[in-house]
């Protein structure tokens, strides 16, 4: 066979291997992409809560994409006992200011970072919360202080769309 | 290739016979253009948008569409509400949420996550309160009737006097396109019933058609997306078929140049 | 098997290849000698492979979303459809994927009973091949049911009532194939695992059909016997593979058609109405690619013997390479089988057609004339072709043995000429 007509012949079977593989992928794309949240699921994505019953010093937890938050209305010396801690002593270290901008709400998602049980409130060594699982200790803002868990309680993504409502996520 | 032929032949020899078969027997349909049939077909917004309305403001208080959510009301390949719309449409709802702490149901405005509301808590209280018949749930109407959108609007355009010698009972109604001729649905649609937001003039006919394209995309709301998908899949195909047939003849040359 | 030995390539391919032959049975699939005058309806096996394994994946990705409950399942199917990404392209896509199985097996059955496909030594392929297609329509039946619409529930309502034709035990069976005193979500739970079963079984079953196939070797248009490898031959891979992928891109082209622009004609719309067990629907229809037997089960007014009739008219299949008696293979060279043939065909298009009207008057009357004779093709007809037909004298070979003999001459033309 001619030089040219090899190079024609290598370019046409190269030309529909190529062709032929996009099409497998693009039949195998949407297998796949169905094992991702459906559009049902990313609709719940977002929670709003109405916290106007919640009285200073006293928390509620709301499900948000299917695991516990923690909405704590802290006291004044619950804040202060936040802000006094010297990031030396954490573990994890981070400022209280940046996990409650808005000081007076503590919005956290309430799964210890060890292997995820959920913590009880008011317990623990710190005044915060005590997971019974393995003995972590958080402080008041949901700091890890003592204990096996690795970081802080995680917090989410909210804002205040009014000052009785936050919408979580 | 003699066989393919005699085949191709039987077969549109049957499906002929069956039409004229069919057309003998079966009332004609009113048929309209639909903006959504054929290969190109798509939605017409302003229709969709009109047809919701009508939906909310005439139907909505016998029927239900309950695999809607309020969410796809913004989405693509439907009416195309704002987000901010959409969510004022749902909120115009109370839904039924709870438990709460105290263990009590509770009802709430609506949100897009959550599907259309019901005008009735099960089937059995639906038909209780119309007559004993059921209005149907109009998620999938317009596929669940031989005729589709054609037979939909001509339903709600075929109510008529019943000839002289048909006794109809009260509660009972005359159309021309039901099977059976009787519905229990009195006539939804007059001239003028709803005031259109866009300033359309809503006539009987009119309205008829702007429902009738909502519950299509209700129960279609892929349809443009397939469309889409479907003419790129062909393209494709056909492309990979040229390549194919090509390096098919290539490779079967070297037979050929053998004997 | 054993006349070839492949070595790999690689070390680590040896290593393998000598504890587990893939490598070889890869070579012996590629290099297998296949007649090279084969036509494309010879593509439809293939074809099938592929119709598998895309409904086993369709199927796969719809079973993590589905719900196998009577109060879920039409919500659930409704959830796929709008909310899974991709959920109505995987849904139209396993819907149509079954009517476009059956077309590709029918046009596959029809051809071996045009080419004499079943014939000594190939009984085995048709029996396995007849197996398979029992399971095909117990698998069809049975997912026909999960959407749980109203064709679904009263579809599933016959048949199961079918047999209760058993004397003395039937009633007992229906009650046990229920799991309860109607259709209700026990037949819908069981229906959905067993559903989930069949694909399996048959794909067990296409691996003997294929095993079977490759101890005599493909059958060819003209019927002949060919020895392995000849001129008469080529490797699989590259020259059926690609008339293979070939056929089937095209066949995809009408599957496309179907999902993206019709993805419902070929369904009943009364599907989309949820089953409902107080309100039948006024005409009770399987899909299309069951109505023959249909027709076939309605046509004889005994219940028992309707049920015995339907299954006797696949039974019968499985008979074919007793039944046809005649020596020689292929259609081609049998010009009178030839036309019985195509009457057969149309016979068969005709029980379809009953089958989906109501079953009286004149549509009754032809759906009873279409299914006697079409037992009287196989069981009369078949066997008296055999010993009366007249055949055309076959050729020696499918090259031409000689140069410039265009015709192909049989030995008793060649005697003739010489005289």
Not at chain 1, 43 to 51: F, G, Y
Not at chain 2, 206 to 224: G, I
Not at chain 3, 122 to 150: D, K, S
């Amino acid at each position: 066979m001619s030089e040219k007509k090899t190079k024609r012949r290598e370019f046409l079977f190269t030309a529909s291997y190529a062709v032929g593989a996009v099409g497998v992928g693009a039949v195998i794309w949407p297998l796949v992409d169905q094992m991702n949240p459906d559009a049902s699921v990313k609709a719940l994505a977002s929670t709003e809560v109405d916290v106007s019953s919640v009285e200073p010093g006293k928390s509620i937890t709301v499900l948000w994409r299917g695991k516990p938050v923690f909405i704590k209305r802290r006291t004044e010396e619950e804040i202060e006992e936040a802000r006094a801690v010297k990031m030396e002593d954490l573990k994890d270290p981070q400022k209280d200011e940046d996990r409650a901008k808005n000081p007076e709400w503590l919005v956290m998602l309430g799964v210890c970072t060890h292997l995820g049980c959920v913590p009880l409130n008011d317990k623990g060594d710190y005044n915060g919360w005590f997971c019974p699982c393995h003995g972590s200790h958080y402080d008041t803002s949901g700091r890890i202080r003592k204990g096996p868990a690795p970081t802080n309680m995680s917090i989410p993504q909210y804002e205040f769309l009014d000052n009785n409502t936050i919408k979580i996520g | 290739m003699k066989n393919i032929l005699k085949i191709s032949f039987l077969i549109i020899l049957i499906l002929f016979g069956n039409f004229q078969v069919k057309a003998n027997e079966k009332l004609q349909l009113l048929k309209i253009d639909w903006s959504f049939k054929g290969f190109f077909g798509k939605f017409d917004r302003g229709s969709l948008q009109r047809g919701y309305q009508v939906y909310t403001e005439v139907c909505a208080s016998c029927h239900s569409m309950q695999y809607l959510s309020y969410r796809n009301l913004a989405e693509k390949g439907g009416p195309e509400f704002s987000i901010e719309q959409a969510k004022a449409i749902a909120s115009n709802f109370e839904v039924k949420d709870g438990p709460n702490n105290d263990g009590e149901m509770f009802t709430r405005p609506g949100r897009l996550s959550d599907k259309f509301v019901k005008p009735y808590a099960n089937v059995q209280e639906a038909a209780a309160s119309n007559g004993g018949a059921y209005p149907p749930d109009m998620s999938v109407l317009v596929k669940a009737r031989s005729g589709g959108a054609n037979y939909i609007y001509s339903v709600l355009l075929g109510y008529d006097d019943p000839p002289s010698d048909m006794i109809i009972d009260d509660g009972v109604y005359y159309n021309t396109y039901m099977p059976g001729n009787k519905i229990m649905m009195p006539k939804p649609l007059d001239d003028g019933l709803v005031e259109y937001s866009d300033g359309t003039e809503a006539t009987e006919e009119q309205m008829a058609k702007d429902v009738t394209t909502f519950l299509a995309w209700a129960a279609e709301p892929q349809l443009e997306a397939r469309h889409k998908m479907g003419f790129r899949a062909i393209i494709y195909l056909i492309i990979l078929i040229i390549l194919v047939y090509l390096s098919m003849k290539k490779i079967w040359s070297r037979i050929e140049s053998e004997i | 098997m054993s006349d070839h030995e492949y070595n790999p390539k690689s070390k680590f391919g040896k290593w393998f290849n000598d504890r587990l032959p893939l490598l070889t049975l890869a070579s012996h699939l590629a290099d297998y000698p296949t007649p090279k005058n084969l036509n494309y309806w010879w593509t439809f096996g293939g074809i099938l492979a592929f119709c598998l394994i895309i409904q086993i994946l369709t199927g796969l990705t719809l079973a993590m979303h589905y719900i196998a409950h009577a109060d879920f399942a039409f919500e659930s199917v409704e959830h796929i459809m709008r909310d899974v990404n991709y959920g109505w392209l995987i849904r139209y896509v396993h819907a149509n994927g079954s009517s476009m199985f059956f077309l590709a097996v029918y046009i596959h059955i029809f051809r071996s009973l045009f080419y004499g496909s079943y014939k000594s030594p190939r009984e085995i392929i048709w029996i396995i091949g007849i197996m398979i297609y029992v399971l095909m329509m117990a698998a069809a039946f049975m997912g026909y049911v999960l959407p749980w619409g109203q064709m679904s529930f009263w579809g599933a309502t016959v048949i199961t009532n079918l047999f209760s034709a058993i004397p003395l035990v039937g009633e007992s069976i229906v009650t046990w194939l229920w799991g309860g005193y109607s259709v209700d979500n026990p037949t819908l739970t069981r229906f959905f695992t067993l559903h989930y079963l069949m694909p399996f079984l048959i794909l067990g079953l296409v691996i003997l059909h294929i095993w079977a196939l490759h101890v005599p070797g493909n059958n060819n248009p003209i019927g002949i016997d060919i020895k392995k490898p000849s001129k008469d031959t080529v490797p699989f891979h590259p020259y059926i593979v690609i008339k293979d992928i070939f056929a089937l891109l095209m066949f995809m082209l009408l599957f496309a058609f179907f999902v993206f622009y019709s993805p419902n004609i070929l369904g009943h719309a009364d599907n989309y109405i949820e089953a409902n067990p107080l309100v039948t629907p006024t005409h009770i229809v399987p899909e299309w690619y069951l109505l023959p037997f249909y027709a076939i089960l309605r046509s004889i007014p005994d219940k028992l013997m309707g049920v015995v009739a339907m299954l006797s008219a696949i039974l019968v299949l499985a008979a074919v390479p007793w039944l046809d008696t005649s020596k020689i293979r292929s259609a081609v060279f049998r010009p009178l089988y030839k036309q019985f043939y195509w009457i057969l065909i149309i016979d068969v298009l005709i029980l379809g057609y009953v089958g989906a009207m109501p079953a009286e008057g004149l549509y009754l009357l032809v759906a009873r004339v279409a299914t006697g004779y079409y037992f009287v093709h196989f069981l009369v007809i078949l066997p008296v072709l055999g010993a009366k037909e007249k055949t055309i004298s076959l050729p020696l070979s499918i090259s031409r043995p000689v140069l410039g003999d265009p015709l192909n001459l049989s030995t008793d033309k060649k005697k003739e000429s010489l005289n």
